[in-house]
C-alpha cells in the first residue's frame, strides 16, 4: 500500500542553522509533491508544491528537492528563525482530487 | 485569498449526542474535505466531496456522515458521539482537475472534547 514516512522525531536546531526535513514514500509515483507547515491549534498551510519532473524549488529560504529515483523530498530552510518552529506535512498528490499526507515533523528553533 | 471557516473552534459534547460540524469556504471551489487529526496518527480523511450533493467516503468513514447541499458549505455529522471521535477536525476545500495540481486550503480546526 501507499505509504509517506517523515520523521516523527523533533528536529531542534540553532538558529542561522539550516533545517533539513526528509519526507519519504513506497509504492507509489506521484506526479507533485506539496510541503505545508502547520502552527500548534491551527490548519496547515500550503507552502511548496514540486512536479516529478523538477529536481529543486526554491522560495525566499525556503528550498524543496524532489528525488524520484529514491522516492523522497527534502525541505530546507535557510537562515532558521524561531519562528520556524512549527510541524512540516509533506503530502502527494494521489492523482483522485485527494493529497496523501505524512504525519509532519515538528521543528524546533532554539535562539 | 481563500478563506475557510469553521463553526466552532472548541467543542464540548456527550456521549451519544449528534454533532453538526460545519465548513464553509469562499472560493467556488468544487472540492471539499473533512480530516481528523490525531497525535502520532496525522492527518486522515474522513469525506470529501468533488460537488454539491455528491460524497465520497475517505479512509476513516465509520461513525460519520456528511452533507454538502450547496457548493461553499460542508457539514460533518457524528451521528452519536463517541469519546473515541475526541479529536481535532479539520475542513479543507481546493479546486481540482484531471491534470491540474491541487493545493488544499485548511479552515482553523475545530478541537471536539466527548465526554
Known amino acids: 500500500s501507499q505509504k509517506i514516512e517523515q520523521n516523527s522525531e523533533a528536529l531542534n536546531i540553532q538558529e542561522g542553522k539550516t533545517a533539513t526535513l526528509t519526507c519519504n514514500y513506497t509504492n507509489y509515483s506521484p506526479a507533485y509533491l506539496q510541503w505545508y507547515r502547520q502552527d500548534p491549534g491551527r490548519g496547515p498551510v500550503f507552502l511548496l508544491l514540486?512536479?516529478?519532473?523538477?529536481k529543486e524549488k526554491r522560495k525566499e529560504r525556503l528550498k524543496v528537492t524532489f528525488d524520484t529515483t529514491l522516492k523522497q523530498s527534502l525541505f530546507h530552510i535557510t537562515a532558521s528563525q524561531p519562528a520556524d518552529s512549527a510541524t512540516y506535512l509533506c503530502?502527494?498528490?494521489?492523482?483522485?482530487?485527494?493529497?496523501?499526507f505524512g504525519q509532519g515533523t515538528t521543528l524546533q528553533v532554539k535562539p | 485569498d481563500v478563506k475557510v471557516t469553521q463553526s466552532s473552534r472548541y467543542l464540548v459534547k456527550r456521549t451519544g449526542e449528534k454533532v453538526f460540524l460545519e465548513c464553509v469556504q469562499d472560493m467556488d471551489h468544487e472540492n471539499m474535505f473533512w480530516y481528523r487529526q490525531d497525535p502520532g496518527l496525522g492527518l486522515r480523511l474522513i469525506y470529501f466531496s468533488y460537488d454539491v450533493k455528491m460524497k465520497e467516503k475517505g479512509d476513516i468513514p465509520e461513525g460519520y456522515s456528511v452533507s454538502r447541499e450547496k457548493k461553499e458549505r460542508f457539514s460533518l455529522i457524528l451521528e452519536s458521539a463517541s469519546t473515541n471521535q475526541t479529536s481535532m477536525y479539520l475542513c479543507?476545500?481546493?479546486?481540482?482537475?484531471?491534470?491540474?495540481?491541487?493545493?488544499?486550503?485548511f479552515g482553523p480546526g475545530t478541537r471536539l472534547l466527548v465526554l
Open positions: 514540486i512536479r516529478e519532473n523538477e
Open positions: 503530502a502527494l498528490d494521489g492523482n483522485t482530487g485527494k493529497l496523501i
Open positions: 479543507a476545500s481546493s479546486t481540482w482537475r484531471q491534470g491540474m495540481e491541487e493545493t488544499q486550503y
